[in-house]
């Protein structure tokens, strides 16, 4: 029987299940880069080039293992080449196969697509499991469906003790599960910061910066910052990388937001991990193995398996349990338009010019910054759900819809009404100013709520609070914050959201 596998450019690992599948006398790979899949959403120019340069690199590496593969490039066709669908309508007429073997995709979309081939293009299709995740999509299921509130802290628990991973005669190392209290320092500037890794450039990855400058003209991103590993080699040195420079200070410096850096001791390694080129197992073994050597702390260690084993691992099966329809969840009604300085960064806000710019520039941006700075704000500033959502799908060099979805509309918009998150990640400028430097060169006050020297934040976070204070009053987590707005006087309370109100009508200018 003649088969033709389909590779999609987040699955470009030797060890997926499909490639086990095929016989290198008979069968056929493709890979693909298309119209489609650049344009769902206007993706970071650095993220195309990524792809791009992954993609062709791996096509070289099968058929240096003895596969055949066809290689369908961007520029081969005036139009390009539309869709998956139309690539493999093209193949199929080219070739005669008796089955399409592809691998469970990270979305909806592309999953859907795949459901109507059989049909469309008359020709077996075989859909085979994602065996890049530690759990299986039918295991998270189960996990999901068995609980009331299945939280991330009790599938981790769960994960632990299946995998053994830091666990040691049935017990976590260490004593507890979860060393997260450590790991919530403040960014001390006089830190020797790690150095950086350059990832050199080949004919290919050249190739591919000047496609993707012709094509994408008006899409984000700056390509000279192209530093990104593109093969499998490059992503290894990437991971030694981190484990030699980085993962000591991993934990303690998790949550610091610097001025000056934008990745701190972040492994920057989620990339390789989404595309393929880096497995999850072979990421956590290595700082669990650093720990084993002595040369990084349990907090450290456990702090970055638990965010790969337990929320990478959670957040899927999350994507996948709750099906389709999750994206239009909107449980807190917000609606207010994206600010055009999410397209530019040119904002006066420090903390959001700084997160912002690097993430449309550099296409990176570490969890707090997503989270606490640009994330905190769409929340308690009520910015439209999909705006966001679609925002952060584009820019990030790590974003595919299965990981992002739930982190930005689960996490940071709470917009599942708590499906993920017990509550909302809501803060006032306190807490940024707390965990960093951004407000010493800003031009607002963290300190003052109204006015036009308050920081934004302020204002903002008490309207949110006051929007939302029926809901929140029966979350114990929030509770608290509740009182303290129901404590304060009328004419504080009238100031305050009379205040919000103004910075929401003049949101391009903040
Ligand atoms: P590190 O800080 O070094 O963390 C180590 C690894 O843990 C990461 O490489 C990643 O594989 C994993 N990880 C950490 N946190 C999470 C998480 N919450 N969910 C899943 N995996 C996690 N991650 C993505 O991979 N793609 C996204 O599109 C994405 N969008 C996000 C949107 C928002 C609003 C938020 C709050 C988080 C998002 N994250 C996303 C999670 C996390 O912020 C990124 O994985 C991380 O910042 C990537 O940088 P890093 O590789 O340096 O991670
Ligand atoms: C993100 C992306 C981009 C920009 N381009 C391509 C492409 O040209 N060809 C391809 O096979 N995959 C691409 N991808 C990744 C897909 O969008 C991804 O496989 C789906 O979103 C499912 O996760």
Redesign the pocket.
Known sequence: MTKLCLILGDQLSLSLDALQALDKHSDHIMLAELYTETHYVKHNKLKIALLFSAMRHFAKQLRDEGFHVDYYDFTATKDHHQSFTDVLRAQLSQHSYQQVICTEPGEYRVLNEMKRWQQELAVDVIIKSDNRFYFTLAQMHDWFSERKEPRMEHFYQFARKQTGLLMETGKPIGGRFNFDKENRNAWQSDTPLPPMLKHEQDDITEQVLTLVEQEFTDFPGKLVHFNFAVNREQALAALRH?IKHKLAD?GRF?DALADNNN?LF??????Y??IGLLL?QEVCEAAIEAYQAQNAPLNAVEG?VR??LG??EY?RGLYWYEGESYKKHNALNAQTPLPNWFWDGKTNMRCMQKAIGHSLDDA????IQ??MI??NFSLIAGLNVTEVCDW??AV?I???EW??LP??LG??LYADNGKLASKPYAASANYINKMGNHCSSCRYNPKLVTGVKACPFNALYWDFIQRHQERFAKNPRMALMVKQWQKKSSADQHAITQWAATLIEKLDKA
């Open positions: 981190f991993f998790q990745t972040h492994s920057l390694l989620a990339s991990i989404n999850p970055f965010q790969i929320w990478r957040v990176y941006a570490h969890h997503r989270l640009i994330g952060y799908l990030y790590d974003a595919f990981v992002e982190n930005t996490m940071a």
